[in-house]
DNA sequence: GTCCGACCGTA
DNA sequence: TTACGGTCGGACG
């Protein structure tokens, strides 16, 4: 370098995150990669090669370089371990862009610096010195403070958003400092994104003054007594030091180890099609364009160059309410993708540069299985202050798993016994907070001594766990955030194993971290049993002795971790991100809140029926022993069978797998229509019984004693589909289709003041089929709000609507749920109890008719051939391995569970997304209504006697307009609601 | 004590 | 013909 060379430096890290965020987002058309700041950055640096003349630094470099930042961890922070620890983790759709920008100075053919253990800032100011020495002259491509500190006569900056120059007058206009004091100046003021303390009270205009007045920062401490204002002499003096730490850490080090020479960053021609084929593959067809033109290079010739990202993006399957004010969408969390990127990391971690999200992938699974997993190393934490570390450097790193143990599986009603942590593999840690003693006697034993007291490690951790820059990440974080809850903490943000599992792998297998343990990091994790051992002699978790509390707590965090780091960046490469977090993370909270609320069911009505049930079925029994001749246990299908196939010598139907005769509510119907009286009553007395020993009995018990409501627990992850399933009780199956049974609902009551509404979608599946297989007919007859069974009846049988004969709906009914479920004539034929021949027919006509069905079901079938799964509207995958069976069996069942799929899964997401918006609509339109149950196409609320007529209408539109803006349904969706003081009469 | 099959409630 | 969970009886250890 030579007296009149130029040199320009662009700060990459820094323009990066001042891209994403002044910029409109955007996203590569064909996937969805997000690559708004690649964008904006390759703009820039083309105007600065080509057209440097014209912009507002009006010179032409003779040599360029871009600089980054390595990683997260410098020299400064063994200065000031706090150095930028408050910094929020990237959003989630920047951290691809690192990799694809890097990507970009390449193809320029620019030199990409970066050094470990220094910030760009300080390889720049390295090089300005270096340039200056050399007599060179300096523009550096930032518009950041941090780096006003090197302009002079010979080194200015440039801010290429703005164009705008910043050279010695601006940086004084600006800070009212010249560029030399700047280093005092923020050593005075601070910087809260860097958590660079400064001293309180003191901003820009007040430091500058300061300095005026003082000349520089040591001066001014030196003299600080003679300060006028109370306030402000005392924070200096008291802060002095504080002071000279700022100045520190802001002062740039300008002798850093430099591996290239200035000589290396002379600027060398473009290469013109290896720069298009990386803006081909961005598409950015006008740039594209305009490097064609200049280089003089064929753009139509040159394929695309495959690029590389860390993380991807949500490439695959409709780009999920990108940009829609969606209520779901938690404000893009705060978080890392995948571990591998500590806490402030502007910069991707050598791990993974150069990896295409799959191959990041494959390394981190296949690294998992190879690493032992030793539960013998976990820490036990005891007081205090070692329990403030751990919690510090979770807060530092940015990520840390998470685990409560307790003593119920039941979140509503478990108690807090101990958490553990982890945050690195193998790095874990057990906090116990309520153990007892083991030696107790008869009285319960006390509590076990050193265990920090409960209200302090809650207030210790409540910071970390609801801090936006740390992410937690646990398996199954429903029943952790609903136990924290109650203990007055929400966590935010947060990942979940258990979901990410199932939104890249629903199907057969499980979602437990049993499971997930040995299939990604094949280690078998301790069971609960060895712990605490089971049935009579199972103790609580409280009665474990702390060596063993500690190794199966750590085990957990630690396997979690694990496995999140497994698994997360899977999502990106399979493209599962959207349906994550759109469909999976947002639903945690409001499902949490649901449990939490429960629902009042009254304990005298279902008293009442169980009373009436039991009078009932003691009647019948008698009637049946009668019949019998003989005393059994009806209850019994071995027993009973032998009653009536063996002593009765009633004709026998069907047999079960076991060789067993059924006994089955077909196989009884049946002979009670052929007149025999004794199978009639089996059937009334097993549903008397059914209603008695699963409701009316059961129900009470789970009346939680604190609330007096029941506290369903849905589990997210248990279908293949993405429905929701119910448990502890499950009341997603109680019952309505006899009156009898109907009666049970009664029993579901409003609170005092209140009404209970239920709101249900109108045949959604048969739309959603309408919708993806695209048949003309029925979204006719969905648009024209007709009833659809009867219009397929209709078109079937050649019969007009009007005055059809009840059975011929019911068969057409019967049919379209069978189409639904991947129809098969022998099912059909089952179902309608109708000759298999004659099942065959109708569905051949039901192919004529809607040709467009068949198509579908052809195609979903080959297409779950070829890829072993299918998918949902919203990009959900069901995996159904088996359908390459050679046993015809086993694939016809999983061909037809492949059809139903799309469809049941379509229609589930609807109602998640519906779910997810609800709270917010609701608290938008000043109404308090609650959110309580959901059986699949059914919402349950409970809302204030008053706010009802204007709760029905927002709960209407929410669910209706669910689909949008993600998806456009070509069929209307419908919802009824109805509110009443219970369950069976809302519905 | 634990597991599995049969049966049956829901969408 | 799809998707679930709960209860019971009965066989296993």
Sequence with gaps: MKN??????????????????????????????????????????????KDARNTDVGVVPTHFAVIFDYSSKTFR?????????????????????????????????LPCIEKEGYEADDLIATYARLAVEAGGDVTIISSDKDLMQLVNHKV?????????????????EKWGVPPEKMIDLQALTGDSTDNIPGIPGIGPKTAAQLLEEYGDLDTLLARASEIKQQKRRENIIAFADQARLSRQLVTLKNDTPIDLGLDALVLEPQDGPRLIGFLKAMEFTSLTRRVAETTGTDAAEIEPVPVETEWGAAAHGPDLDKGEADGSAEATTAEVAGGSVAASVPAVSSEAAALTPAALAKSRADAALGQKIDTTGYVCIRDLATLQAWIDEATETGFVAFDTETNSLFPMEAELIGLSLALAPGRAAYVPLAHKSGTGDLLGGGMLENQIPLDQALAALKPMLEDRSVLKIAQNMKFDWLLMHRYGIDIAPFDDTMLISYALDAGPGGHGMDSLSERWLGHKTIHYKEVAGSGKSAVSFDMVDLERATAYAGEDADVTLRLWRVLKPRLAAEGAVSVYERLERPLVTVLARMEARGISVDRQILSRLSGELAQSAAAIEDEIYKLAGERFNIGSPKQLGDILFGKMGFPGGSKTKTGQWSTSAQVLEDLAAAGHELPRKIVDWRQLTKLKST???????????????????????????????????????????????????????AGPGNKLISADYSQIELRVLAHVADIPQLKQAFADGMDIHAMTASEMFNVPVKDMPSEVRRRAKAINFGIIYGISAFGLAN??????????????????????????????KAFAREHGYVETIFGRRAHYPEIRSSNPQMRAFNERAAINAPIQGSAA????????????????????????????????????????????????????????PAVSLSVPLQVDARAAQNWDEAH
Excluded at 938 to 955: G, M, N, S, W
């Design 4 to 49: 009149g060379d130029h040199l320009f430096l662009v700060d990459g890290s820094g323009y990066i995150f001042r891209a994403y965020h002044a910029l409109p987002p955007l996203t590569r058309k064909s996937d969805g990669l997000p690559v708004g700041a690649v964008s904006g950055f390759c703009n820039m640096l083309w105007k600065l090669l």
């Design 77 to 109: 922070n063994t200065i000031y371990p706090e150095y930028k620890a408050n910094r929020s983790v990237p959003p989630e759709d920047l951290i691809p862009q690192f990799g694809l920008i890097r990507q970009a100075t390449k193809a320029f053919n």
């Design 156 to 172: 200015s900056m440039y801010d290429g958003m703005k164009d705008k120059q910043i050279s010695i007058p601006e940086v004084i």
């Design 695 to 749: 409701y009316t009995d059961a129900l009470p018990g789970y009346i939680n004693r604190e609330t007096g409501r029941v506290h369903t627990c849905y589990a997210m992850a248990a279908t293949s589909t993405g429905r929701l399933s119910s448990s502890d009780p499950n009341l997603q199956n109680i019952p309505i289709r006899t009156a009898e049974g109907r009666k049970i609902r009664t029993a579901f009551i």
């Design 831 to 860: 179902q309608l109890s109708i000759p298999r021949e004659e099942a065959g027919q109708y569905i051949r006509t039901y192919f004529e008719r809607f040709p467009g069905i068949r198509d579908y079901m052809d195609a979903t």
């Design 909 to 964: 997401d609807i109602i998640r997304r519906a779910m997810i918006r609800m709270d917010d609509a609701l608290a938008e339109a000043g109404l308090s209504a609650r959110m309580l149950l959901q059986v699949h196409d059914e919402l349950v609320f409970e809302a204030p006697d008053e706010e009802v007529d204007k709760t029905i209408p927002v709960v209407r539109h929410v669910m209706e307009n669910a689909a949008m």
